[in-house]
């Protein structure tokens, strides 16, 4: 596989911004937008060179697109974020949930939303995209499916499920989702959160505590 994937510990609540490149043609693709991931992401790029061709945003909370705006502006880098998340990219106070005091996040027009079930051609691979609303309307996961790795956001976790108490949020749809669309995966799957360790689709179907007892 000519596929390296890296992780960049970003903001103040510990973003996971992944970033996907392919060693063969150095285009890469980067997974949140979290405050401080532009900055990271130059740093990188001065040792690793590599030409970004899409911003992947999993939800519209603040902390995972506060700099979406800033790779659109320096370097034309589309933005995609699932349909009922936009207006919350575009108008970040949207949400309901604020940022720590002094820290910036720029609003964005995304360049495309995504629903369940379209597939993304990047870095001449196929992404798939599963619909996880629950944690936020719009809340998305994308599925690198021939590399098995799924990027979860904030809709799965090592142990534990995302919030639901935030506006938009709705609990049972997020169970649901969870149940029927990242459950099924193969157990070997990687998951890649939003926050915190990584994990496999086998180990949280059978270890997780919010999953294992569920009944819809």
């Known amino acids: 596989m000519t596929l390296a994937l890296h992780c960049f510990r970003c903001g103040p609540l510990g973003n996971n911004v992944y970033l996907v490149q392919d060693r063969e043609s150095g ?10 991931s532009f900055a990271a992401h130059r740093e990188f790029s001065q040792k690793n060179p590599n030409r970004l061709r899409a911003v992947l945003l999993t939800h519209g909370h603040w ?3 506060a700099e979406a705006a800033l790779f659109q502006k320096h370097g034309a880098v589309p933005v995609i974020v699932g ?6 990219v575009r108008h970040p106070s949207a949400a309901g949930a604020f940022p720590p005091p002094g820290l910036e996040v720029l609003s964005c027009e995304p360049d495309r939303t995504v629903a369940h079930g379209d597939r993304l051609t990047l870095l001449g691979w196929e992404w798939q995209v599963l619909s ?16 098995a790795w799924l990027f979860s956001g904030d809709t799965l976790f090592r142990g534990t499920v995302g919030r639901s108490d935030l506006p ?22 990687c998951v890649y959160p939003g926050h915190g360790p ?13 999953l294992v007892d569920w009944k819809a």
Not at 27 to 36: H, M, P
Not at 132 to 147: I, K, R, S
Request: net charge negative; glycine share 14%; no cysteine.
């Open 132 to 147: 996880v609303a629950g944690h936020t309307p719009g809340g998305v996961a994308y599925l690198l499916g021939e590399a």
């Open 63 to 65: 902390d995972h697109t």
């Open 83 to 88: 349909e009922g998340d936009r207006e919350w």
């Open 27 to 36: 285009e890469s693709v980067l997974v949140d937008a979290a405050w401080g």
């Open 168 to 189: 938009g949020g709705d609990g049972d749809l997020l169970l649901r989702h969870i149940h029927s669309r990242l459950l099924p995966l193969d157990d070997a799957v």
């Open 198 to 210: 990584s994990s496999t689709i086998g180990q949280e179907r059978f270890s997780n505590p919010h």
